[in-house]
């Protein structure tokens, strides 16, 4: 057991979950929400041509104060015109409506003497001024193809799926959700619908874990509970080792210094593993490794430390794994109330980020209090008491 900072395992974890796999996928909902692995680039102008962006007139003034126009032509959205305005002459247009060459401006049909609706008039009167170029959209005036419109790196949002697919793109480089089994450990785990006896308990963290990694981008591919039986975790592992779709095992339980403590047996005499106890609280128990090939990170039992430690821990190597450039920065706040903490470990507190920007941590080590939480307190090593106004730092959950 060494003694090792918590930015230390943090790195290590990491290190351990290294890069991960990236594809082409569609550029659809799909892809949302994931990173993009290359830069995206534009395949086509934005707007694809010049259109109107008024149901109205495309004008082609014969002279400056010319009011009154023949109207050559009707261009409905989706149609390509096969006239050209000359000098003088209108054509009906709707939004969106590819424009006819010549066109000078579009004049919104309230701005005419036309009927919005029914055939198009044979001749037109336009209302008031006209500034060549209003209504018009040129082409390319978005984006024009060859551009990049999403670097590296950056998330594909909603809005990045918009501008993709109208510059014409169908696909984007992507990083891929990290496949991730989590394993329960413990004797006394009662999975849901099942009698915990006189000294069981009911069985919280395997889904817990798990929807903490899906929130992490992962795609949770099996989720288990396993005795305190060596033989049973040494299976289990082995089985999900040799599962070419697994390429990450999260466990809790079993990592501290009792006499049943199934992951630490199992895996510590592996020389691919550490367990070290960090100067952290909660989630000070820690371990991690390789199981064959597979990668293997075991967080402590108790529902609030497995909690804290993937926040902490794993959650910054999944995000650098599925393309995030950079660190989460955590948030200053203000400590709502003096509150005693204890020095010599970094502390993350569950805590409640008010709107007023000050924190409030009720009794912490409960899991009501994490249920609470939207955010943790980092209390650094060295303090021991936060006083009704410090400045602390804030990591949203
Ligand atoms: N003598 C020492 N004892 C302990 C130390 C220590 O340094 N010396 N460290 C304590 C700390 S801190 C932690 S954290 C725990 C970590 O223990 P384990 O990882 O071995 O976890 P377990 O013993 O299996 O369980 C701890 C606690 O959490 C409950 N638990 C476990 N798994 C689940 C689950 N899947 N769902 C719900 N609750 C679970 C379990 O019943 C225990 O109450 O060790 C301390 N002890
Ligand atoms: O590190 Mo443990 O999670 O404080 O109880």
Excluded: K, W
Excluded at 89 to 115: H, I, K
Aim: with cysteine.
């Amino acid at each position: 057991m060494g003694h090792v900072s918590v930015a230390e395992h943090r790195a290590a974890v990491a290190r351990l979950l290294g890069v991960g796999r990236v594809a082409q996928v569609a550029l659809d909902r799909h892809a949302a929400g994931r990173r993009l692995a290359a830069d995206l680039v534009a395949a086509d102008d934005l707007p694809r041509f010049d259109n109107s962006a008024m149901d109205g007139y495309a004008v082609c003034p014969g002279s400056p104060d010319q009011r009154s126009h023949p109207v050559v032509g009707d261009v409905p959205a989706g149609s390509a015109p096969d006239f050209v305005l000359a000098p003088g002459e209108a054509a009906r247009v709707m939004t969106g409506a590819r424009l006819p060459e010549g066109t000078v401006a579009v004049v919104p049909v309230e701005r005419t003497d036309a009927s919005p609706t029914g055939p198009a008039p044979s001749r037109v009167t336009v209302v008031g001024e006209v500034a060549a170029g209003q209504h018009v959209r040129l082409r390319g005036e978005d984006v024009t193809a060859g551009t990049v419109i999403g670097t590296a790196g950056s998330a594909v949002t909603p809005a990045l799926i918009a501008l993709g697919r109208s510059a014409g793109c169908t696909t984007v480089e992507v990083h891929l959700p990290t496949r991730v089994a989590v394993v329960a450990t413990g004797a006394e785990l009662a999975p849901p619908e099942t009698d915990p006896g006189a000294g069981g308990i009911h069985e919280s963290n395997s889904d817990m874990v798990a929807a903490l990694a899906a929130a992490a981008g992962c795609d949770v591919r099996r989720v288990e509970v396993c005795s305190d039986e060596p033989d049973d975790l040494r299976r289990l592992l082995d089985e999900l080792d040799a599962d070419p779709e697994v390429d990450l095992v999260v466990t809790t339980g079993g990592v501290s210094v009792g006499a049943y403590e199934v992951v630490r047996q199992v895996c510590s005499p592996l020389p691919t593993f550490d367990f070290v106890h960090l100067a952290m609280q909660p989630g000070g128990p820690q371990g991690l490794g390789r199981y064959g090939s597979t990668p293997v990170v075991c967080l402590p039992g108790t529902p609030v430390g497995a909690f804290v430690a993937f926040h902490v821990l794993v959650r910054p190597g999944l995000d650098r794994r599925h393309g995030e450039p950079g660190a989460r920065p955590g948030h200053a706040a203000y400590a709502g109330r003096t509150r005693r903490t204890r020095a010599g470990r970094v502390q993350f507190v569950t805590s409640v980020l008010h709107d007023d920007g000050t924190v409030t941590s009720p009794d912490a080590r409960h899991l009501t209090a994490l249920a609470a939480a939207n955010c943790l307190v980092e209390v650094p090593e060295g303090i021991d008491q936060l006083i009704d106004g410090d400045v602390v730092v804030v990591h949203p959950v």
